[in-house]
């Protein structure tokens, strides 16, 4: 398909690099506020944002955690079977089902907010950023089933749009309201961020809305016509049990992910109170590492979450027609786009962790920080994928397990580590990486047992080779007295990533981990990208 519009499906590939383009945009985007909060509002207000953040996950996972998933799985299938009624059916049950449990736990939010800010995390100034961010539940609980509508239907563009409608929103408003209200105490700031957050997740539901309405086939659908009659009330009653068989496990799942990083953010603060650190030099210490080192950690995470997003639909379409070989196809091509966009990130922020938080921040602890951490990002890039991969073949059972075990071993790690004074957050930065890597590890074993699947090893150590090759020459050109290199910091830094990354990109085409045919699968510049090779 050489033309993509809002009406149309993408192939595997196309609907990844539309959600990549859309993620890289939204993360450069969204990191615009990260680089200026720390700067304008300080690390205390930035912390105080970042705590209120743990809670809300929980909530929202415990609403929506599995049902976007269940929605694309099963409107995929749907849709392969060309039941429009069915597909229909789902979107609207889902709404059922998500829309009044949103509104619950919103006001339940509301509740017990004074009693979180004072009972359970060690800076009762959290409250106010806790109180604006309980009307968010509803629009991220509505905007995820229908990105899960979208996907399901093989069309990644409205998700992408919404997406970047939602980042700039957010990051112009996050800053802008956090520095109004800076005056008036740094709770005040880290509660104007969370208002910023609030209006960009109600523009991105806009944005799915009118795209909704813009791709309805029929204004009238059949399967809503009958709504009302015993016949229709039993086919949505048998569509919910469907989405919550699925949703059930995948949310349990998540669930245990996110009361991990709740529990994360309650243990490190604790811990690190325990060390002797006083409360305002944690809530600091917790803002860099989960507010500036960890958002560092992520950004190349775009194009893991556009796997995950296209794995689902793609990897359910095959199962249900017990297609073997375009499963193992699928997870071959989104594991090896994983390792070879992941290495040279994971090299790039280890070698230049101090002049890529010097130059961002202005902050060179935060440096060592993710010099700690980065060895584990080439695992983390592989997560997504492996745990999309688990939930699509109906094995969410088997990452909830996995994901328990993970959390388990972290937050033991954290409290015995991050309480010692020698290492304090540190300790904590030990915990969260080991953490990344075990999990990961249990996710490749549960897919290859599932699957049979395997990665050739050749691969691995070509994208080493490469990696630690780019990785010289990033630290020769940055450290070693060069003639042909600037003499101004930033200006070597810059040429440091820039050629390293070059290299890298140039020895992929002679090693064999990219060729022809897999440039011509990008949307738009694919065929003519591919004449220059």
Not at 248 to 265: A, D, H, N, R, W
Not at 493 to 515: E, K, N, Q, R, S
Request: glycine fraction near 8%.
């Amino acid at each position: 398909m050489n033309k993509l519009s809002v009406t149309h499906k993408q192939t595997f590939i196309q609907g990844t690099m539309i959600l990549l383009g859309a993620g890289v945009l939204n993360r450069l985007l969204g990191f615009v506020p990260r680089i200026l909060l720390p700067r304008y509002i300080g690390k205390e207000a930035l912390g105080l944002y970042q705590m209120a953040y743990p809670p809300f996950i929980v909530l929202v996972t415990l609403i929506t955690g599995g049902i976007p998933l269940a929605v694309s799985k099963f409107v995929a299938e749907a849709e392969a079977q060309g039941n429009e009624d069915a597909v229909r059916r789902i979107l609207i049950t889902a709404l059922c089902l998500t829309v009044p449990l949103s509104i619950g736990f919103a006001l339940i939010c509301l509740w017990i907010a004074p009693w979180l800010s004072t009972r359970i995390f060690t800076d009762s100034r959290v409250l106010y950023a806790f109180l604006v961010m309980s009307p968010i539940i509803i629009l991220v609980s509505v905007s995820s089933v229908f990105r899960g509508y979208f996907q399901g239907r093989h069309n990644m563009i409205p998700t992408a749009a919404s997406q970047i409608v939602e980042t700039i929103a957010r990051s112009v408003a996050t800053l802008a309201m956090s520095v109004a209200m800076l005056p008036y105490g740094v709770e005040y700031a880290a509660a104007g961020a969370m208002a910023g957050v609030l209006l960009g997740e109600m523009l991105g539901l806009a944005v799915l809305l009118w795209q909704y309405a813009r791709t309805r086939k029929q204004k009238l659908p059949k399967a809503q016509a009958a709504i009302g009659t015993g016949g229709s009330l039993r086919l949505h009653l048998r569509t919910m049990k469907k989405l919550l068989t699925v949703s059930i496990p995948v949310t349990g799942s998540k669930l245990v992910g996110s009361f991990s990083y709740f529990f994360e953010s309650v243990v490190i603060v604790r811990s690190l109170a325990a060390a002797g650190v006083a409360a305002a030099v944690t809530t600091a210490q917790y803002g860099m590492l989960s507010g500036m080192v960890i958002p560092i950690l992520l950004l190349p995470g775009a194009l893991t979450y556009s796997l995950a997003v296209s794995l689902v639909p793609s990897l359910s379409e095959a199962a249900s027609r017990k297609n073997m070989r375009l499963i193992h196809m699928r997870l071959h091509q989104s594991l090896r786009l994983a390792l070879v966009t992941g290495a040279p990130f994971a090299v790039f922020m280890y070698v230049l962790a101090a002049p890529i938080c010097y130059f961002l921040y202005r902050d060179l602890e935060a440096g060592e920080m993710l010099r700690l951490i980065a060895p584990a990002a080439i695992f983390m890039y592989f997560q997504a994928p492996l745990q999309a991969a688990l939930q699509a073949l109906d094995k969410p059972g088997a990452a909830l397990l996995n994901t328990l075990a993970g959390s388990i071993v972290k937050l033991l790690l954290i409290y015995l580590l991050a309480a010692k004074t020698n290492l304090g957050i540190s300790g904590a930065v030990i915990a969260i990486g080991i953490n990344i890597v075990l999990v990961t590890l249990l996710h490749w074993q549960s897919v290859v047992r599932a699957t049979g699947v395997r990665l050739p090893a050749a691969d691995f150590l070509k994208v080493a080779a490469a990696a630690v090759g780019m990785g010289i020459i990033c630290y020769v050109i940055m450290y070693k007295p060069l003639p042909f290199v600037p003499s101004q910091d930033l200006a070597r830094f810059l040429f440091a990533g820039i050629t390293g990354m070059t290299l890298y990109v140039a020895a992929l085409f002679p090693l064999g981990l990219v060729d022809k045919q897999d440039l011509t699968r990008i949307p738009w510049i694919g065929r003519k990208l591919a004449r220059y090779f």
